[in-house]
């Protein structure tokens, strides 16, 4: 007997959805780019309730913890610009053509095929 996927609701979207098999348990979002930014932001939510986590990025020692990494990575945000580089390798155009005109000559020796429609047996 082959056992049936279980499916799940998606807490975002509300569409039914088969839930991984690794985290069937945990997973309550759908696989969509919007349910999964939706199930960070609840994820990260629930991280900060935590009472050991609710002052993680506030208070005196965080502050200057970011002063000195600013400090040290001067110019981090700023936009690089790059400067344009040169070819490794000279540019090299082709020699001009000579001009070359066809004589009457060249049009006398050419092989040309022979039509024979008036013939029916060629």
Excluded at 23 to 38: F, H, I, L, N
Excluded at 72 to 99: C, M, V
């Amino acid at each position: 007997m082959v056992r049936q996927p279980r499916t799940r609701k998606c807490q975002q979207c509300k569409t039914v959805f088969v839930p991984d098999p690794r985290c069937v348990k945990r997973q309550r979002y759908c696989s969509t780019p919007e349910c999964r930014k939706a199930s960070k932001a609840a994820s990260q939510q629930r991280w900060r309730q935590q009472p050991a986590n609710r002052d993680y990025f506030t208070g005196p020692t965080h502050v200057e913890r970011v002063r000195a990494w600013r400090q040290a990575h001067r110019g981090y945000w700023r936009r690089k610009r790059f400067k344009r580089q040169e070819a490794l390798q000279d540019e090299s155009t082709p020699p001009p053509i000579p001009n070359q005109s066809l004589s009457n000559d060249f049009a006398q020796g050419a092989l040309q095929e022979m039509s024979y429609s008036d013939n029916p047996r060629f």
